[in-house]
């Protein structure tokens, strides 16, 4: 282990001790899941995967809430961006994801007035600013984004504003963790769960989960440090054959969490079934705006149809997504699928899977 590589760690010798605990727990093959795709970006990023032994494996998870949103939900935002007088305002990584025959992007080249914006808040000001204009505000992502997006229906309500409206196809992190572990074939010895959502939910979320499934779990942060102390801390658990959730992420991660954030979500938002790519429909994994805040609920009240959907031939994302594959393993992959022409969101998104193996050469660790 050369020395010098952690020079840029924020506590080069704690780096240095960790992954020596690593790989002398590491006796047997470990197979551990990695939830958010933050943390897949990160691991690779920061060279964590290169340091860890050939014993350890880690697969990538559904993590990447791009990644998770069903074909359908892709093809109704393709359809409300084509209606008269609508402004889509989206996160960036939404513009490239392929629908069943188009994309955001494509229809912006169109004409279609799509733009990207950096939070709610910007949908908000678009509202404001257009009120010939009605603007939809594309709302994907978990516990984390929730919230915002809660808080900027409510400043909508107060502000009495008729111009703007979410689609929401939001979804929720514990419910895909039971999901993985009743998918046939797919093996996950502990998980690495995401730090963002855990500020969110906080460490009791966990619980009945790990209780149920009596599997190791580890919240980590993102600095190479914290993967590494996360990580350790998993495999110390696996070789002694021990079961705890553990909080490797104190200084953002509480117990309870944020419980301003949980109300904004209970105040307006209800737990439903949903769809999940690659997971399948999920019971109480999805949230839908409340009968009180109707009005500004995209679904409700604009008429779409949306034709019937189709995931192009030979994509592997939904694999990717439960663990039962790795990017290498799907037939696109660096062929017709790449960053420049992706074919699943999995390649679209900055913290999509295939992407980050394509950028930093996964498959060669």
């Not at 188009?102 to 004409?111: F, I, P, V, Y």
């Not at 705006?289 to 939904?318: L, N």
């Not at 295939?354 to 060669?364: D, S, V």
Request: hydrophobic fraction near 40%; include cysteine.
């Amino acid at each position: 282990m050369d020395s010098k590589f952690f020079t840029s760690y924020r506590d080069p010798t704690l780096a240095q001790a960790l992954v020596r605990g690593i790989e002398s727990a590491c006796q047997r093959e470990f197979r551990i899941m990695e939830v958010c795709g933050t943390h897949t970006v990160s691991l690779f990023r920061s060279g964590v995967r290169s340091l860890l032994p050939a014993s350890l494996s880690l697969v990538s998870g559904p993590g990447c809430p791009v990644c998770v949103t069903d074909q359908r939900d892709i093809d109704g935002f393709i359809a409300l961006s084509r209606q008269e007088r609508t402004t889509i305002a989206t996160f960036g990584d939404l513009m490239r994801v392929p629908g069943t025959k188009s994309s955001l992007a494509e229809e912006r080249a169109r004409g279609a007035d799509v733009r990207m914006v950096y939070s709610p808040l910007d949908a908000l000001k678009i509202a404001r600013d257009s009120s010939h204009q009605r603007v939809i505000f594309l709302g994907v992502g978990f516990e984390t984004t929730a919230p915002a997006i809660a808080a900027a229906i409510m400043a909508a309500q107060q502000e009495k504003l008729t111009n703007f409206f979410v689609y929401s196809a939001h979804k929720l992190v514990s419910p895909a963790l039971e999901k993985l572990m009743a998918i046939s074939g797919v093996h996950i010895d502990g998980f690495l769960l995401p730090g963002h959502v855990s500020v969110i939910i906080g460490t009791n979320a966990y619980e009945p989960f790990v209780e149920k499934f009596k599997v190791p779990s580890v919240i980590a942060g993102f600095e190479p440090v914290d993967l590494l102390e996360a990580i350790h801390r998993l495999v110390i658990q696996l070789k002694q054959g021990e079961v705890r959730l553990e909080n490797a992420y104190p200084r953002a991660v509480t117990d309870d969490g944020n419980p301003a954030a949980q109300k904004l979500l209970d105040d307006v938002f209800d737990v439903q079934d949903t769809e999940w790519r690659g997971l399948g429909s999920m019971p109480k994994s999805g949230l839908k705006i409340k009968d009180a805040f109707q009005q500004f609920d995209a679904e409700k009240v604009f008429s779409i149809e949306v034709p019937k959907t189709s995931v192009a031939s030979g994509c592997c994302c939904g694999e990717i997504l439960t663990g039962r594959k790795i990017p290498a393993d799907c037939m696109l992959y660096r062929k017709s699928c790449t960053p420049t022409h992706p074919v699943g969101p999995c390649m679209v998104s900055s913290e999509g899977t295939c992407a980050a193996f394509y950028r930093y050469g996964g498959e060669m660790q």
